[in-house]
């Protein structure tokens, strides 16, 4: 939106309606997928593990969503190189493809694009599109949300802090206390569906979403699409390892790191272990989660773009470094105050400040550099530009682990 804006000079009406479109640009999507959930609640009254089903017939109907639009919207197998460069060229043509993906889309591009009054209308448009989202979603939780968060509750109440005895089993001579600590960080991370599958869910999303448009795809179509893109290809390890980092960072694990304890927090505190050694396990853990985003987005950019196995390895390598960084970033953030105050599960994440606060240091983060890395295509090797990717992550991660330690220290030191 902003390089757009500066490129083509902008005036003062499109950088209105941008700020407009940003700020609502993720509530569609969610309640997209608040629609979705409640009715399935209400509809599978399974006991012990109903919230998983619930998440998990949700993942599935996104997933097929997504995999029925891929198909319905690829490009026609026989289409000549220059009829696919003509859509890539042709504003209408790129703006009816996107649209086929995502609807919405057209309602944006439009009211950018337009003269004022004519793009008012269309942003009007868009923000009615979020109104009827908005009453279906309230016609659905005025039948469903208080059973649902009954129910949530119910399941979620059983969560509660160790025994004596179960600590005491944790914490015996058998096991180290990272290892004891690392324990209770998994036990609690999995038994509460909201945050396993948030946590694993974000981390495949990006790569799935690449591989269902490689594979539902034509293998004609896919390659006319290298084929612009290889006068790029230098570009392709570094892009492709902030992608990685992307995929890996996006979670909200790392920036709900302390959030996610709530009132179990004080548990925290009062076990004999230094704090050091709570973010060291908590630093392990997030990053035992974060780098299935690196792992599986060097698979998804080796089918799309023909990567070698090195090529491959480096971005996966690189990708984690930079990833590791922004982690380390994430943590700092909800370190220094965080989400403690909460009864439903999903405020420790979705509904978390630091998780949105954390949002824009990624993408800015990874656009940043994959925009500089544009810019310099033509000074800078790729392998050079990886190297200095690589050397910042390494000094990033250097300088800021103390911080962490630093505000991690007070946050323990406070009357939580």
Known sequence: YILYGVRSSAGIGYWI???????????????????????????????????????????????????????????????????????????????????????????????????????????????????????????FGDKFYYSVYSSLQENFAKRTALKEGEITGMMGV?????????????????KVPAFAF????????????????????????????????????????????????????????????????????????????????IVRVKFVHVQTMSFIGPVSGAIALSIILGLSFVEATVVFVVGAITLTFLNILQMIIDSVKPILGWENPQRAMKQNVNVALSIPVVFGYVGGFGYLAFLLKDTISGTLMTLVLALIGIVGIVISWPVLLKKANRLFLRDL
Do not use: C
């Open 17 to 139: 309606f941008m700020v407009i479109v940003f700020l609502l640009s993720q509530v569609l999507p969610i309640m997209l997928s608040a629609i979705i959930v409640l009715p399935l609640s209400r509809l599978f009254r399974f006991k012990r593990h109903r919230d998983n089903m619930v998440y998990l017939l949700s993942a599935l109907i996104l997933v097929g969503v997504l995999t029925f639009i891929s198909i319905t919207s690829r490009v026609d197998p026989n289409m000549s190189a220059e009829e696919f460069a003509r859509i890539f060229s042709s504003e209408d043509a790129i703006l009816n493809k996107t649209a086929g993906a995502y609807p919405p889309t057209i309602l944006v591009t439009k009211a950018l694009s337009r003269p004022f009054f004519e793009g008012l209308l269309w942003l009007l448009a868009f923000i009615g599109l979020h109104v009827v989202a908005l009453g279906v979603f309230l016609f």
């Open 174 to 190: 058998q096991n180290s206390k990272f290892a004891a600590l690392h324990r209770r960080e998994w036990w609690y991370f999995l």
């Open 198 to 277: 948030n946590g694993f869910g974000n981390v495949v999303i990006l790569p799935i979403l690449l591989v269902i448009a490689a594979v539902a795809g034509q293998t004609d179509e896919i390659g006319q699409m290298i084929q612009q893109f290889q006068q790029y290809r230098e570009l392709f390890v570094p892009v492709g390892a902030l992608i990685a980092a992307v995929s890996g960072g996006i979670n909200g694990l790392a920036s709900s790191i302390f959030s996610r304890e709530g009132k179990l927090i004080h548990e925290l505190k009062a076990l004999p272990v230094k704090t050091s050694e």
